[in-house]
């Protein structure tokens, strides 16, 4: 199992107060970390510049689509596949209808994460509903309604990075195959969007079958704390910068707002990704393997 330890980063009076936890295996015993759990960034010689300007907001795995939030105009969703047209695609699970579309990234995070379930024996997966247009979504809104369905524009699946997830064997609140997604999908980059416990703050019922791709090390983050995609971003918002320690990699995980162009620093020699939040900034993530050599 991979092993997981959190970082956060709490400014106090004259202080710094770093702790962490481990993952079930290790039963969620909280693990005093030392200051140096962060990455060391000591001289300008460290750094290289990232040039970011207001259109990134925009575009990410991180992207907030809620009723307040609509799909940002002009978005490019990835290259998407009728999986019905492509028979060859369709390795361990099965598909609701004929309609069902995915952008082949997502296909591909899926496979990895049912294979593995598969390996835990659990293995009647289904794909009930994928990528939809704003005219697909339009038909289901005035089909449903409100009360079942977002309005086009406002609604995840016109991202392309969320997938409602079925069992051919029950309902996704009794089947294996939900309850392993809930314990397991944060290590494929997936979470739980709409859990039975945040309909307050989602503003959607809960929908076992409704998994987001959000990426490491994001969904391991929101699965150990509770957080829906809401009140992550306005946790990273709120803390600036936190540091994460996921699958022998450390991260650093920074909040920017974005008024207009302007330049970032990060370490010179780690990757990186970056991700808008749709509202008002860009959240930056760097990191290097544990224990790799520094310069």
Do not use: C
Not at 130 to 139: I, W
Not at 195 to 201: A, G, M, V
């Amino acid at each position: 199992m991979m092993k997981i330890t959190v970082v956060m980063m709490l400014l106090l009076v004259g202080g710094l107060i770093i702790f962490g936890y481990r993952d079930a295996a290790d039963h969620n015993e909280a693990v005093l970390q030392g200051p140096d759990a962060a990455l060391p960034l000591s001289s300008a010689e460290q750094l290289k510049v990232l040039n970011v300007e207001k259109d990134d907001i925009y575009k990410g795995d991180l992207l907030l689509v809620n009723s307040q939030h609509a799909v940002p105009k002009g978005l490019k969703v990835p290259q998407v596949v009728n999986l019905f047209d492509h028979q060859e695609l369709l390795d361990g699970f099965g598909i609701l209808d004929t309609s069902i579309e995915l952008p082949l990234e997502m296909l591909e995070r899926f496979d990895d994460m049912i294979e593995a379930a598969r390996a835990d024996g659990v293995s009647h997966f289904q794909i009930n509903s994928g990528y939809r247009d704003k005219a697909k979504q339009a038909e289901l809104y005035e089909k449903l309604g409100s009360d079942q369905a977002n309005p086009p524009g406002y609604s995840e699946h016109n991202l392309g990075l969320s997938m409602d997830i079925g069992s051919s064997q029950a309902a996704m609140k009794d089947a294996p195959e939900g309850k392993w997604l809930k314990e397991n999908a944060w290590k494929y980059g997936f979470v739980l969007r709409y859990p039975e416990d945040k309909t307050d703050i989602t503003g959607i019922m809960s929908e076992p079958w409704h998994f987001r791709y959000v990426g490491l090390p994001h969904s391991a983050i929101m699965a150990q704390y509770g957080f829906v995609l809401e009140e992550y971003l306005a946790y990273l918002k709120e803390q600036s910068t936190i540091h994460a320690e996921v699958g022998g990699k450390m991260y650093t995980i920074s909040y920017y707002p974005v008024q207009g162009e302007q330049e970032l620093s990060l370490p010179k020699d780690g990757s990186y990704s970056i991700s808008g939040n749709n509202m008002d900034g860009v959240i930056v993530t760097t990191w290097e393997s544990k224990g790799a050599a520094k310069s």
